[in-house]
T-cell receptor
Framework: GAVVSQHPSRVICKSGTSVKIECRSL??????MFWYRQFPKQSLMLMAT?????????EQGVEKDKFLINHASLTLSTLTVTSAHPEDSSFYIC????????????FGPGTRLTVL | GNSVTQMEGPVTLSEEAFLTINCTYT??????LFWYVQYPGEGLQLLLK?????DKGSNKGFEATYRKETTSFHLEKGSVQVSDSAVYFC???????????FGSGTRLSIRP
């Protein structure tokens, strides 16, 4: 099956710094990637949808200047948390959709961000 | 708008017990329905899916039937194992590229 990786798997940073999380589709071309956020013991909340080569579409209530998403190639999307604060600490998960199966989203293993 | 409601956990069962996790949905169209599983420290994995009414999804002994009349997609397994301990998410999607809407998740713990 299709594989999606995320890097890093865990990151700890100081308040005020920026953190970049990568999401890669390893064996297929991802025309669309999704970024989710999961709080402890809660469900996944969609943050934004990105299509390769175009600007991401953010869900209501998600600050696009705080969570910068870039989908510059068919195998890579990045999420940058700018000027991170402790309340940004969370589990961030990406998923990808693309050829050959456009009917199933494949999820990455997630990145746990801790902001001190 | 579209939504998914699933039973709250945690659910604790003994090994070999019968499992049911209830899931109901609200949708304006004809969504595809999914169950995802998240093992500790890992991302989500698709467990099973159904794309139209009366379809039954099955995998690893788990089953769920798409019931349009009751707008439900309950997850069942006849005999659970300790290795089934995880968080289970019911979800729906309208259209192939549309976003997935998740339920709140149900944590399942199986005692040996």
């Amino acid at each position: 099956g299709a594989v999606v990786s995320q890097h890093p798997s865990r990151v700890i940073c100081k308040s005020g710094t920026s953190v970049k999380i990568e999401c890669r589709s390893l064996d297929f071309q991802a025309t669309t990637m999704f970024w989710y956020r999961q709080f402890p013991k809660q469900s996944l909340m969609l943050m934004a949808t990105s299509n390769e080569g175009s600007k991401a579409t953010y869900e209501q209530g998600v600050e696009k200047d705080k969570f910068l998403i870039n989908h510059a190639s068919l195998t890579l999307s990045t999420l940058t948390v700018t000027s991170a604060h402790p309340e940004d600490s969370s589990f961030y998960i990406c998923s990808a959709l693309g050829a050959p199966s456009y009917n199933e989203q494949f999820f990455g293993p997630g990145t746990r961000l801790t902001v001190l | 708008g579209n939504s998914v409601t699933q039973m709250e956990g945690p659910v604790t069962l003994s090994e070999e017990a019968f499992l049911t996790i209830n899931c109901t949905y609200t949708a304006t169209g004809y969504p595809s329905l999914f169950w995802y599983v998240q093992y500790p420290g890992e991302g989500l994995q698709l467990l099973l899916k159904a794309t139209k009414a009366d379809d039954k999804g099955s995998n690893k002994g788990f089953e769920a039937t798409y019931r349009k009349e009751t707008t439900s997609f309950h997850l069942e397994k006849g005999s659970v194992q300790v290795s089934d301990s995880a968080v289970y998410f019911c979800a729906l999607r309208e259209g192939s590229a549309s976003k997935i809407i998740f339920g709140s998740g149900t944590r399942l713990s199986i005692r040996p």
